[in-house]
């Protein structure tokens, strides 16, 4: 089984910064492909804050570009998600996804889904 952990929510005051981390981990993983950040604020949809490949591409929602960086560990199978200069609207329970193979089907993808970590951004 592929288990995602996050870590590094909390709360801040506008202005400040908080750095999350995502780990995938599972004894038969093959390769991770795509790791994405989602965020999901009470009574609205999850919405994708950004991504990065397993190259190191990446990409961002139009909100954040500029205040948050994403960036990966390959060999730690970790992304982190680094946020600057946060604002309420930024409050929201951020989670992590991964397109994972494993090692007995390596050309088949499944997205794996991190339980979420809350960020709260208030004075």
């Known amino acids: 089984q592929v288990q995602l952990v996050e870590s590094g929510g909390g709360l801040v005051q506008p202005g400040g910064s908080l750095r999350l981390s995502c780990a995938a981990s599972?004894?038969?993983?093959?390769?991770?492909?795509?790791m994405g950040w989602y965020r999901q604020a009470p009574g609205k949809q999850r919405e994708l804050v950004g991504g990065i490949t397993s190259g190191g591409t990446t990409n961002y929602a139009d909100s954040v570009k500029g205040r948050f960086t994403i960036s990966r560990d390959n060999a730690k199978n970790t992304v982190y998600l680094q946020m600057n200069r946060l604002k309420p609207e930024d409050t929201a329970v951020y989670y992590c996804?991964?397109?994972?193979?494993?090692?007995?089907?390596?050309?088949?993808?499944?997205?794996?889904w991190g339980q979420g970590t809350q960020v709260t951004v208030s004075s």
């Open positions: 996804k991964a397109e994972v193979s494993r090692v007995l089907a390596p050309n088949a993808w499944y997205d794996y």
């Open positions: 599972g004894r038969n993983i093959f390769n991770v492909n795509v």
